[in-house]
């Protein structure tokens, strides 16, 4: 069945207000099915239907729901209902949820939150944004030195139903110090005698508290790992961070790459839902920079008026020629931040290869700058589109030179920028396209008049 006939049918239980069937149909639905359907209903309709849920899948769903959602769900749920909720929900759920909630609703919630989970959400809560503590939950599968298969066995038999993951345990000593991974496949076909000491990997892999969840993410990816343990200063457990969150970081850590690549104030609200006035007070900051930044072009320009105004036909094509330098200028630089941004954040580069990938560009730079060097004095030169005037074959070729040169200063500017951001604790995607641009306009005209003024003797 396609969703549009699941769809067409749960609207027609919802209208016909058959609850007993509409609880069946939507019980053999996937969560996030069911949480996408709910955002297709009228806010009353929606309540309605999320209380028809039992209550163990209720909090699934509640944590694939828009945030507007949940915060209207909150708003029309009695204290009982609240209560229940989150109770259900794993903590790092609960703590992401109430993270983005006004403090209003936040106060209401956890005033209807047993004690104990209370205090446990207020203590996630106190972690920096977006660092390790913040994204961890305390769901996860443990065991002690000492204990047998058998026992462990037993543990997670008994526990195991209320934990995020049971792939992996995580063996602690006495003071709770992480000191090994045990895999739920090799504690399965262990002997039941065989301690876990004997089983588990001493070599444990782990993050601090306090890491960023951008470093925590790169780890994860580099060692393929389905989840990661938390320790604290003291070395101690204190929490996992599941895959699925990973996932989520990765994907809120690249937006934010790319709004800082496209010049905007990085911002979590969705794009509809953001107003306009907000959309304008994340773009204007970088726009007002560039735009100032932007004065050194005209500088350069005003510098060179003389010889621009004093050279006739010459100054016109020199003219008609500067967007086209500067745009082949931005391009180059970009396609070089490009490639630089995207080895940094995956670990491929590092600072102490500047020089090689300096290097690297350079000769990259050799190759593109003559072919396009070349394509552009032949166009000069025989194809002088629009207005297929004869150019001078000295004018040709101070455009041509000035695009050679201009094509290695890009690149060289466009790798090293965000190697030098990196170097001096500065996200990288900061030294992306419409920085660079700014400067390598500025670069390109200054190209431009010098070897004008050295070649046509102006």
Known sequence: MDQERIKSRLDHLVQTQRHGELRGAMMML?????????????????????????????????????????????????????????????????????????????????????????????????????????????????????????????????????????????????????????????????????????????????????????????????????????????????????????????????????????????????????????????????????????????AIITNFEEVLNHSGEIGVVLTSCIPMLMDTGGNCGSQASTLAIRGLALGEIEFKDFFRILWKEFRVAIIIGFVLAVANFLRLSYFNFPTFKHIEPLVALTVSLSVYLTTIIAKAIGCTLPLLAKRIHLDPALMASPLITTMVDACSLTILFNVATHVLKL
């Open 30 to 298: 996937n969560e996030v099915d069911i949480a996408e359907y709910l955002e297709t209903l009228p806010p009353d309709k929606m309540v309605a239907v999320f209380r028809v849920l039992p209550k163990d899948m209720a909090s699934d769903v509640f944590s694939y729901m828009d945030n507007d959602l949940r915060q209207s769900l909150i708003n029309n749920a009695s204290d009982s209902e609240i209560s229940a909720l989150v109770d259900e929900m794993f903590i790092d759920d609960a703590v992401d949820f109430l993270e983005e909630l006004p403090a209003g609703v936040v106060k209401r919630v956890l005033q209807n939150t047993d004690p104990q989970r209370r205090n446990l959400i207020n203590q996630f809560l106190r972690y920096p944004d977006n660092s390790a503590g913040s994204i961890m939950t305390i769901e996860y599968c443990e065991a002690r030195e000492g204990i047998t298969a058998k026992e462990a066995m037993e543990e997670l038999r008994r526990t195991g139903i209320d934990k995020e993951t049971i792939y992996t345990i995580y063996v602690i000593d006495e003071e709770r110090r992480l000191v090994g991974t045990l895999p739920l496949r090799k504690l399965i076909l262990a002997p039941d005698s065989q301690r876990v000491e004997d089983l588990m990997d001493p070599n444990v892999i782990s993050v601090s508290t306090l890491d960023d969840q951008e470093t925590v993410a790169d780890t994860v990816r580099k060692y393929d790992l389905i989840s990661i343990p938390v320790v604290d200063k003291e070395k101690r457990l204190v929490g996992i961070i599941t895959v699925d969150d990973i996932v989520d970081v990765i994907e809120e850590e690249n937006t934010e790459d790319f709004q800082k690549m496209a010049a905007l104030r990085p911002s979590d609200s969705e794009y509809l839902k953001t107003s306009v006035v907000q959309l304008a007070r994340n773009r204007i900051p970088w726009l007002l920079f560039l735009m100032v930044s932007a004065m050194f072009t005209g």
